[in-house]
């Protein structure tokens, strides 16, 4: 594996595993109240953006790490959405 592969796998493993401790912490206390929706579905949007584009492009460490984040992600922004819409009914 050439360096600057290894740089991109090092580096795309650090951030998406960055998420896992938030995705974590949100699922067990269900707390999701000083997270921005708006922020998170914009970042998911973002996510499934590089996602195709690493498919499209071949390119492993992006669709990788994507891939990772997008599945640590998801949870979140799906707690926060029904938090969100539980709050309006009230």
């Given at each position: 594996m050439e360096?600057?592969?290894?740089?991109?796998?090092l580096a795309a493993s650090l951030t998406t595993?960055?998420?896992?401790?938030?995705?974590?912490?949100v699922i067990k206390t269900q707390?999701?109240?000083?997270?921005?929706?708006t922020m998170y579905i914009m970042f998911v949007a973002g996510l499934l953006m590089w996602l195709v584009y690493g498919l499209l492009t071949n390119d492993a460490a992006v669709?990788?790490?994507?891939l990772m984040t997008f599945i640590f992600a998801l949870p979140i922004l799906l707690l926060k959405y029904r938090?969100?819409?539980?709050?309006?009914?009230i």
């Open positions: 360096h600057v592969s290894v740089i991109g796998y595993l960055s998420f896992l401790p938030q995705a974590i912490r707390d999701t109240e000083s997270i921005s929706l669709t990788w790490a994507n938090a969100h819409r539980n709050c309006r009914k």
